[in-house]
């Protein structure tokens, strides 16, 4: 008799558990926000802070992983005072020169060649389809290392910044390239 009271309490609970399964829905979800979060935003409002997204704002005096504040000024003045002042820190041995140099004309063949010309000499393809004129090749100016990095970081008249697709260290190895130009030119 104890057999078939256990048998019994068996294929009740079999029953009661298939008794809600139905192939065109699915089952029952026990904690549904593990199935289905909330997607949250980096700066949506949130009503966990009073003042709304005061909480995800970086702190005062802070500056961005990754990123080094540049102490030049975007003005006339600020890009003479480049022109006398900054130079070049990446190292100047044999061996990472050419590397960098290398890194550099690859990083001037996709940026600055279109209007510069790959030579440097102001003669690019958009110069000679006549989109844009007056680039002037690097022989007729009085560049530095200095210059030449604060125009990449800031542009000048119809060239614009290349702060943003390039980095601290491509925007040196493309200066460094730049020299190299302007020396070949000026044999």
């Known amino acids: 008799m104890k057999s078939f009271i256990k048998i019994g309490i068996v294929l009740g609970t079999a029953a009661i558990m298939t008794s809600c399964f139905n192939k065109s829905k699915p089952n029952y979800q026990f904690m549904p926000n593990m199935y289905e979060s909330v997607g949250y935003e980096t700066y949506q409002e949130s009503d966990a802070f009073k003042n709304g997204v005061e909480a995800q704002l970086p702190a005062e005096n802070t500056i961005n992983r990754g990123w080094m504040p540049y102490d030049y000024e975007n003005t006339p003045e600020g890009k003479e ?3 006398a002042e900054l130079k070049n820190p990446l190292e100047a041995d044999s061996t990472s020169t050419e590397a960098n140099l290398g890194d550099g004309k690859e990083l001037y063949d996709i940026y600055c060649a279109v209007c510069h010309g790959g030579k440097g000499d102001g003669q690019g393809v958009l110069v000679k389809r006549e989109k844009f004129l007056g680039v ?7 560049i530095t290392e200095g210059s030449i990095y604060h ?3 800031y542009g000048l008249n119809s060239m614009g910044s290349y702060a943003a697709q390039l980095n601290e260290k491509e925007r040196w190895q493309v200066t460094m390239y730049v020299e190299q130009l302007k020396k070949d030119l000026t044999k």
Do not use: F
């Open 81 to 83: 005072l480049a022109k």
């Open 136 to 142: 002037p090749s690097y022989a007729d100016r009085e």
């Open 151 to 153: 125009v990449i970081y």
